[in-house]
Nanobody
């Protein structure tokens, strides 16, 4: 069992940057797959970025703007978001898939979720 605690959301203007953090409490030393999802109003939750087994994958809409990384020593997952756009507005969720070492946007199946953090980008 792990607990994921997110922080770093907020409101920015288009073109700005934010960095989301997700602290992993529990089985934090295991190198399982992790990722970030987002859910905009009246839309389904979608995978934005994943990391596992040394590989990272990104949704086409965020490639070149978002970077996912993981600091095992700090038991923390990050999502650096640059050049933000209004369409990035959503609640962002940290996720862990403790059944897999590797995953991409299609294969990640979250076993644990963070509480979510709101990101709002104004034009």
């Amino acid at each position: 069992q792990v607990k994921l605690v997110e922080s770093g959301g907020g409101s920015v203007q288009a073109g700005g940057s934010l960095r989301l953090s997700c602290v992993v409490n529990g089985e934090s030393r295991s190198r399982y797959c992790m990722g970030w999802f987002r859910q905009a109003p009246e839309k389904e939750r979608e995978a934005v970025a994943t990391t596992g087994n040394g590989q990272q994958f990104y949704h086409d809409s965020v490639k070149g703007r978002f970077t996912i990384s993981r600091d095992m020593a700090k038991s923390t997952l990050y999502l650096q978001m640059d050049n933000l756009k209004p369409e990035d507005t959503a609640v962002y969720y940290c996720a862990a898939d403790r059944r897999r070492l590797w995953c991409d946007l299609e294969t990640i199946e979250s076993t644990d979720w963070g509480q979510g953090t709101q990101v709002t980008v104004s034009s």
